[in-house]
């Protein structure tokens, strides 16, 4: 067997001691887990008739987020998607506005900016936090930007940059202070995709509450789930109600006249999806203890192949360890085949074969089809990562039973 066979099965042996082997069914990246009040809410919503968008729990979600979060104002919104597209609307994004956003990340950065015909300007991440790194980032600024104005202009285009939107990836916190402080310097909105990060916390304070706004998401895949759902996190009251007014339509209150004053959207969310968000919610203590205990068991399975680690929390921040993330070593990376991504590549369909369905990093945003042509940084430890980074199996049941006894 050839050395890296070798080592391919010793990390699926590795990921097999914690996550168990497949039998009929495969072990998935990450399935919701209901396990409280979810039955209960839902069946509230259909027996009082308030599935849709108006309904006690939607309100209730919304002050349940903000204390959670600790945000003067949560927005619950149909998806996360939608809760970007609004953030970058009320930041002030305009057409032929450029945003900075990581080429490291799920699409929906680079979409919500589009949405407003503006122009993804992608940036490169940190080894450390997998997050935008604010030290390259400000050298590059450096160079290609100018001030006129308190704008920041591309003078390579011409184009206002307007706005940063940092992502914590797979619930690891960004270097947000170091982000803030570029944002502040270039004149840039900072609006935080914190998708992936309910439950962390940076210095105690929760993810997506630094930055002018922030977005979550509560798909089916994410820390706790609403079905589909997301919400805007912000501390400011205009902004919070002008979100508010956006995803609803731009309705002004009355009795029965229909009166809009500005194109709004259908972005709210329904009641029967903010029913289950209730019911999750009361459960995410327990998720994020679960997904810490499943860390520490992944980092004690894999304490002995010293050409992969785990990625861990940055120093200073708690992570929900939404997603368990293995990072091959870069001298490792390149072995298995003459591509720089073969040994990930190995690992993955070796562990697919066996119905482990881990996964890779996204493909990089700056090469997808909609976004070849949009400008960049050099994205030089982005293209690393990518070549590195192989997800493993997350769920709250590999390791619930334990916690809760
Ligand atoms: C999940 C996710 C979103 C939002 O996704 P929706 O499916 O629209 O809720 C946005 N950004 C990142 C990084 C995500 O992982």
Known sequence: MSKSNQLVNRI?????SVAGAAGAQPIVLHEPHFDGNEWRYVKECLDSNYVSSVGKFVNRFEQELADYTGAKYAIAVVNGTAALHVALMLAGVVRDDEVLVPSLSFVATANATSYLGAIPHFVDSSERTLGVDPQTLRSYLKKCTEIRNRQCININTGRIIRALVPMHTF???ADIDGLLAVAHDYHLALIEDAAESLGSRINGRHTGTFGLMGALSFNGNKVITTGGGGAILCNDEQL?????HLTTTAKLPHRWAFNHDQIGFNYR?????AALGCAQLEQLDGFIAAKRALFEKYQAAFANISEVKLVQEPDHTTSNYWLQTLLLNKSEARAGSKMATGLRDLILSTAHDQGLLLRPAWQLLHTLVPYQHCPHMP???AKSLEQRLVNLPSSVVLTKSTITG
């Not at 699926?12 to 097999?16: D, E, G, L, N």
């Not at 919070?240 to 508010?244: R, Y």
């Not at 969310?269 to 999806?273: D, G, K, L, Q, T």
Request: hydrophobic fraction near 50%.
């Open 12 to 16: 699926i042996h590795a990921i097999q």
């Open 171 to 173: 619930g690891h916190p």
């Open 240 to 244: 919070a109600k002008a979100a508010k």
């Open 269 to 273: 969310m329904p009641n029967i999806n």
């Open 379 to 381: 994205l030089t430890v």
